[in-house]
């Protein structure tokens, strides 16, 4: 099983940008699906989580400004990242309980200018 993410880039400060993870391989049930994220010299952090059923959650910092969908059709979960800021940079990596095991994607690079 692979997690590709896709969709950072630099943007300026209050742009946005689309995440997309997709999962492939030989999938029987993916459960949670989720992003984190990892600053230059901090420890990896929760952003949002979507569970099968659509529940989210989220970090308080991305309250109101980030938005985590998931298509279980194409496996894939997204993250609306909208009203970024300089504090938003980091290494952004998806999440998924697929098959009952934890799996992480690559990472993708979102940098926020100010």
């Known amino acids: 099983v692979q997690l590709q993410a896709s969709g950072g880039g630099l943007v300026q400060a209050g742009g946005s940008l689309r995440l997309s993870c997709a999962a492939s391989g030989s999938i029987f049930s993916i459960n949670d699906m989720g992003w984190y994220r990892q600053a230059p010299g901090k420890q990896r952090e929760l952003v949002a989580t979507?569970?099968?059923?659509?529940?989210?959650n989220y970090a308080d910092p991305v309250k109101g400004r980030f938005t985590i969908s998931r298509d279980n059709g194409k496996n894939t979960v997204y993250l609306q990242m909208n009203s970024l800021k300089p504090e938003d940079t980091a290494v952004y990596y998806c999440n998924a309980v697929v098959n009952r095991y934890n799996n992480w994607g690559q990472g993708t690079q979102v940098t926020v200018s100010s």
């Open positions: 979507i569970t099968g059923g659509g529940r989210t």
